[in-house]
Every structure is written in structure tokens, then in C-alpha cells.
């Protein structure tokens, strides 16, 4: 695992999930590889409507901010 995974996956489990925690929402991350971050929204994040807005402005924004490495978070069904 790389210093970037691991980073990706504090960042995820310490401050974006417990922030979609508190509308219902999860995230799982899938894998880091070729700059991409893949992960599942779970839960009320799920098909909603603003889950794209939350994924772009929320997650990818603040992984990107911390991690030069990542260039795009992409959501898996």
C-alpha cells in the first residue's frame, strides 16, 4: 500500500465519513490507481441527488487539498 493509499484512507475514515454520517450517508473506499480515487457512496448518499455535488465539492476537494497525487474521485455502482 502506498504512503498515498494510506493517507486516503485516514482522510476518509476520520473526517469524510463521520461528516456523511451525519445525513445517513457512508462512503467505502474501492482503490487508488493512476491518481484516481474509486469509492462507493452507501446509504442515503446513495442515489441522492446531491451525492455528485458532495463527491466533486466535498471529497475530491478535500482529498486533492491533502494529497498531491489524487487528480479525480470517481463513484462506483
Known amino acids: 500500500m502506498s504512503e498515498a493509499e494510506k493517507m486516503i484512507r485516514v482522510i476518509i475514515d476520520t473526517e469524510i465519513k463521520p461528516a456523511l454520517a451525519m445525513d445517513g450517508g457512508d462512503i467505502e473506499f474501492i482503490k487508488f490507481e493512476e ?14 441527488p446531491g451525492a455528485r455535488m458532495t463527491l466533486k465539492m466535498g471529497v475530491e476537494r478535500r ?5 498531491p497525487e489524487v487528480t479525480e474521485v470517481v463513484a462506483v455502482a
Open 35 to 48: 491518481g484516481k480515487v474509486f469509492v462507493r457512496l452507501q446509504g442515503a448518499c446513495k442515489g441522492c
Open 63 to 67: 482529498l486533492r487539498e491533502k494529497i
